[in-house]
């Protein structure tokens, strides 16, 4: 059996699957031949905006259902898997990413009684599972979406477990879409009940008392459309036990039917916090006091200019977490009986670090700061005095913390670029993290490193960049490199384990994730220099960070690559157009390309905090400069793999598709403009397995052809 990067006997040798003639690089990297299907263009079609005529030639492709479409898209996929596969080694790391991917994967551990809860997957199985395991027991699966599922369509969403430990409400989802439904599941009995709550997207599971509250949409008048435009946002109330239709309505907007609703309960059930939004960034928060009788909400804060987080209570007291006066947050503690913002009382104050998120646990205040996008912890007394800082041992990420207000332990997941998400315990009575469970990825993380280096933006901006690669390598300007980015929404680009990464650092590839403006990563005078007209900024930022890396000798243009997913879609899009000279490849998943009409689909319209309007003139000035499906011309476009999901409720599929149909139109050059189409999936949330492993596959092989780079990997002949 041959085992991967042992230390032995150590010879470079092609991938399995590649015949001796494959593996000859002037067959590995032969042109493959392309033929685009013809393309309907509307010449004469065309909005009108503040007096100018827009032209939108493929307007047609908004329509999901249509025939032409569907026809269309069948031929692009067609053409795009067939190009693919016949890139010869293809194939071959299709079965290295499987391999990346076949490890036991734990996320979302928490504790509560004698239990222990959490998601799991044994390596390939299509979707999660949501397990308990009784301390000193063995485990049992209570929730496995994997049984009866086609294709592994069916995932589970949040669970949320009643705090008197009899039931667990979880989401159900199919095909990837931010369509849930919610079902509760009677821990006593093993079983699960009839309660089936649907039309839920964006919502929260907030326990209190028999049942739970939650946010839900109308029943779409169009059906279950992709474009439909998400509007009257309504929260509800669920008695366990009961049908839907008997659900009582808590709260509703008539007026403003774009907000939405986050329902969240604290943990002694005595307070019901609703967080209310229209855009990313800011909100509004009302809180009801449970324990009255009047049941009425009292506005916290009823303007949107900033952003509010609850964290949890004491007594009367509820703590949240803001940049109301703060650009880098800090943490504040509001009274019931006084309210007014003139009672606030700061507990934890501004730092030079970000606040990423605190957490009431072991009668402690649980800090994450992210200094220079690196997560840590900070240990607080409940006054804000500080009580210990723990490190983290390499530059990476915490999320999905986890620990009551009085337990004496406490849960989070942490990973690295090099490091798959592991569970780590925090004891609080030692003031220690220990590794609590580990997974054993067979990939030797050892030869490689990631460090920080800083670069400058054209206006003299530092910028950083984190940089993974192979320990010693030599830099001699042909390195092949893969730059991704986002920068957008306040979106914290910060180390985050990628299998897929891996197979490129495997084959002498550099990955290099750059921190960009408009995203969170400093704070929200760092996301507010690249939003709106300073949008430019974001995307200046990016193709520096391409240039830094030339500069550098890491890498040259023929072997640089970029890519990026939903927003750091956009990006990819825009730096194509604005920079064709400066890139080899791209791929783009899920990329929003049609900033002129994205508010009219989906939830797009909450975007606008960062990108603007088109209906205001000023905004509409930027967002034409930009938008990639308006600024294409004739020239030498980098080879593209444009990614998208036919059923993505998010970024509705149509960018891509106009995108692709205007890009393949003005290519100049022989180099491929692929649309590859996820079928009867959504835009990449909650994929099964396979298709994670097929469409890493994908873009991994593409990079590689169209940066010519032979892909060997270390094997031990013995």
Not at 546 to 572: M, N, P
Not at 624 to 644: G, W
Not at 684 to 695: M, P, Q
Request: aromatic share 12%; with cysteine.
């Amino acid at each position: 059996m041959i085992k991967l990067f042992s230390g032995a006997a150590i010879t470079a040798f092609f991938l399995m699957g590649c015949s001796n003639n494959a593996s000859d690089p002037a067959n590995m990297f032969k042109p493959i031949d392309i033929s685009y299907p013809e393309t309907f263009r509307d010449s004469i079609y065309a909005d009108t905006l503040h007096g100018e005529a827009v032209a939108d030639p493929y307007r047609w492709m908004e329509a999901e259902e249509a025939p032409i479409l569907q026809k269309w898209l069948d031929k692009e996929d067609e053409l795009s898997r067939d190009y693919l596969s016949a890139i010869v080694f293809r194939d071959a790391v299709a079965q290295r990413i499987s391999g990346l991917w076949d490890h036991e994967r734990i996320r979302g551990f928490r504790k509560q009684g004698d239990y222990s809860y959490y998601f799991k997957n044994t390596g390939l199985q299509a979707q999660d599972a949501w397990f308990r395991k009784l301390d000193g027991g063995e485990e049992e699966i209570l929730v496995d979406p994997n049984a009866g599922s086609r294709g592994g369509q069916t995932s589970l969403g949040q669970v949320a477990l009643s705090s008197d430990g009899r039931y667990f409400a979880f989401e159900r989802s199919v095909g990837g879409t931010d369509w849930r439904s919610i079902h509760v599941y009677d821990l006593e009995g093993k079983k699960e009940l009839a309660d089936t709550l649907r039309w839920v997207k964006y919502s929260n599971i907030a326990w209190a008392g028999d049942g739970f509250y939650y946010s839900r949409y109308p029943a779409p008048l169009r059906g279950d459309k992709t474009s439909t435009p998400m509007e009257f946002h309504q929260v509800f109330y669920h008695k366990v036990g009961t049908p839907q239709s008997a659900d009582q309505l808590v709260f509703a907007d008539r007026a403003r039917s774009r907000r939405g609703f986050c329902p969240q309960t604290s943990e002694d059930g005595r307070f019901l916090v609703l967080h209310i939004w229209e855009t990313h960034s800011v909100n509004a928060v009302y809180i009801m006091d449970l324990k009255k009788a009047s049941r009425e909400f009292i506005p916290l804060v009823d303007d949107m200019a900033n952003e509010f987080t609850f964290v949890g209570s004491k007594g009367e007291h509820l703590y949240f977490l803001t940049n109301f006066g703060a650009a880098r947050r800090k943490l504040i503690k509001v009274s019931i009986s006084k309210p007014d913002p003139g009672f606030w009382e700061e507990v934890i104050p501004e730092k030079q670090d970000v606040l990423e998120g605190v957490f009431l646990a072991g009668g402690k205040l649980v800090a994450h700061y992210l200094r220079d996008a690196q997560s840590l912890l900070q240990v607080y007394e409940e006054d804000g005095t500080v009580s210990s800082l723990l490190p983290m041992r390499e530059p990476g990420t915490i999320s999905d913390f986890y620990g009551h207000a009085e337990a004496d332990r406490a849960y989070f997941s942490f990973e690295s670029f090099l490091t798959p998400p592991t569970v780590y315990e925090l004891d609080f009575s030692l003031l220690t993290v220990r590794v609590f469970k580990a997974p054993k990825v067979n990939f030797n993380s050892s030869v490689y490193e990631t460090k920080q280096v800083i670069f400058q933006s054209p206006d003299g901006v530092n910028l950083p960049l984190f940089i993974t690669m192979r320990k010693g390598i030599k830099l001699h300007g042909g390195n092949p490199v893969l730059l991704r980015g986002n920068g957008s929404f306040g979106y914290c680009t910060t180390p985050r384990f990628d299998p897929e990464a891996l197979c490129f650092l495997e084959n002498g590839g550099i990955l290099a994730d750059a921190v960009l403006r408009g995203g969170g990563e400093y704070g929200r005078d760092w996301h507010e220099a690249g939003v709106r007209s300073k949008k430019q900024h974001t995307f200046d930022d990016f193709q520096s960070a391409a240039g830094y890396l030339i500069s550098q000798g890491y890498t040259r243009k023929e072997k640089l690559a970029i890519a990026g997913i939903g927003a750091g879609g956009l990006l990819v899009g825009v730096s194509c157009n604005q920079r064709p000279d400066l890139f080899q490849a791209a791929v783009a998943t899920s990329g929003m390309f049609d900033m002129i009409r994205y508010q009219e689909f989906t939830i797009g319209a909450r975007w606008a905090y960062d990108f603007g309007r088109s209906e205001q003139p000023k905004e509409y000035d930027h967002l034409k400069a930009y938008s990639p499906v308006h600024n294409i011309v004739q020239a030498d476009y980098p080879a593209m793999l444009l990614l998208t999901g036919d059923k993505d409720d998010r970024v509705f599929p149509a960018h891509s598709y106009k995108f692709a149909a205007a890009m393949q139109a003005q290519q100049k050059r022989t180099k491929p403009v692929l649309l590859r189409i996820n079928r009867d999936f959504g835009g990449g949330v909650n994929l099964s397995t396979e298709r994670k492993i097929e469409l890493g596959a994908d873009r991994m092989s593409f990079l590689f052809f169209h940066l010519k780079q032979p892909v060997v990997y270390d094997l031990d002949k013995s």
